[in-house]
T-cell receptor, first 114, second 108 residues
Framework: EAQVTQNPRYLITVTGKKLTVTCSQN?????MSWYRQDPGLGLRQIYY???????DKGDVPEGYKVSRKEKRNFPLILESPSPNQTSLYFC?????????????FGNGTRLTVT | GQQVMQIPQYQHVQEGEDFTTYCNSS?????IQWYKQRPGGHPVFLIQ?????EVKKQKRLTFQFGEAKKNSSLHITATQTTDVGTYFC????????FGTGTSLTVIP
């Protein structure tokens, strides 16, 4: 089944403790992206990747890192999480940049930083 | 920053009433997409509009792209409880922006 898989679904952590949210897609998509969703703010793009070893900042990249060492994986790394990074995170992928093809989203990761 | 403004933020309707959400941009858009997110779910692609003045229909849903390609709307005729969720417009290039969304509640 074609899908975008994120793990974990829920994560509670403390300030400053490094964490990684994994994202994997099995559709051979070139483009991958991370979004965070907060009430009243919609979906805001954190980082995106056009292909392997190519990553770019989105709207809200501060406090986040990503890597794209393989086409299928696009992990989101929080080196030192803070409470303002408490949010719902979505990974998404598309065959081409999203203005040319629709995004496929993972099921989301709800992160709480205390 | 945010490229498209979406209104209203919330809409409560009685089942059977119509619903419309609007997206507006200060700049000309190359195209616009619409997504639906059910409560507790993830956004799911609905449609893409590309041409000026384009109108597309999916059953009870009608999507429009403005003549100047600066605005778009999604209209649902005779809402049903299955229409509940948040509707987002989205646009951009490699960097892709979503509107703030309209949360639709349908009262049975």
């Amino acid at each position: 089944e074609a899908q975008v898989t994120q793990n974990p679904r829920y994560l509670i952590t403390v300030t400053g403790k490094k964490l990684t949210v994994t994202c994997s897609q099995n559709m051979n998509h070139e483009y991958m992206s991370w979004y965070r969703q907060d009430p009243g703010l919609g979906l805001r793009q954190i980082y995106y990747s056009m292909n392997v070893e190519v990553t770019d900042k989105g709207d809200v990249p501060e406090g986040y890192k990503v890597s794209r060492k393989e086409k299928r994986n696009f992990p989101l790394i929080l080196e030192s999480p803070s409470p303002n990074q408490t949010s719902l995170y979505f990974c998404a992928s598309s065959p081409l940049p999203p203005h040319n093809s629709p995004l496929h989203f993972g099921n989301g990761t709800r992160l709480t930083v205390t | 920053g945010q490229q498209v403004m979406q209104i209203p933020q919330y809409q409560h309707v009685q089942e059977g009433e119509d619903f419309t959400t609007y997206c507006n941009s200060s700049t000309t858009l190359s195209n616009i997409q619409w997504y639906k997110q059910r409560p507790g779910g993830h956004p799911v692609f609905l449609i893409q509009l590309v041409k000026s003045g384009e109108v597309k229909k999916q059953k009870r849903l009608t999507f429009q792209f403005g003549e100047a390609k600066k605005n778009s709307s999604l209209h649902i005729t005779a809402t049903q409880t299955t229409d509940v969720g948040t509707y987002f417009c989205a646009e951009g290039g490699n960097q892709f922006y979503f509107g703030t969304g309209t949360s639709l509640t349908v009262i049975p």
